[in-house]
């Protein structure tokens, strides 16, 4: 497989990718890849699916566990501290 590198890539490109990707449970690579795909089957005039008629991947069908979804709705996983550095804290306490 290939690598692609892209240099000097606009900062409003890239929120708009990460928003994408987010929004289609997707890693940045991964809707960058799905995208290209599109446009370059347009340019050659192939039809390709709409995002909306695409299977959805695993991870978005899959089913979210009751308790998980009521710490996501009750904000207590949205307050940005760092897993890592509280498992160093906890480590360094031992």
Same mark, same amino acid.
């Given at each position: 497989? #290939? /690598? &692609?590198?892209?240099? !000097?890539?606009?900062?409003?490109?890239?929120?708009? @990718?990460? @928003?994408?990707?987010?929004?289609?449970?997707? !890693?940045? /690579? =991964?809707?960058?890849?799905? $995208? $290209?795909?599109?446009? &370059?089957?347009? =340019? =050659?005039?192939? !039809?390709? *699916?709409?995002? %909306?008629?695409?299977?959805? *991947?695993?991870?978005?069908?899959?089913?979210? @566990?009751?308790?998980?979804?009521? $710490? $996501?709705?009750? #904000?207590?996983?949205? #307050? #940005?501290?760092? %897993?890592?550095?509280? @498992? !160093?804290?906890?480590?360094?306490?031992?």
């Amino acid at each position: 497989m #290939g /690598t &692609l590198v892209i240099k !000097s890539f606009p900062e409003e490109i890239h929120a708009r @990718l990460r @928003l994408a990707a987010a929004a289609h449970r997707r !890693s940045v /690579t =991964q809707e960058a890849i799905h $995208l $290209l795909d599109r446009a &370059l089957h347009a =340019q =050659q005039g192939e !039809s390709r *699916p709409a995002l %909306s008629e695409e299977p959805a *991947p695993y991870w978005a069908r899959r089913e979210m @566990l009751p308790a998980y979804r009521a $710490l $996501l709705e009750s #904000g207590a996983l949205s #307050g #940005g501290t760092d %897993s890592g550095a509280i @498992l !160093s804290e906890e480590r360094d306490a031992r």
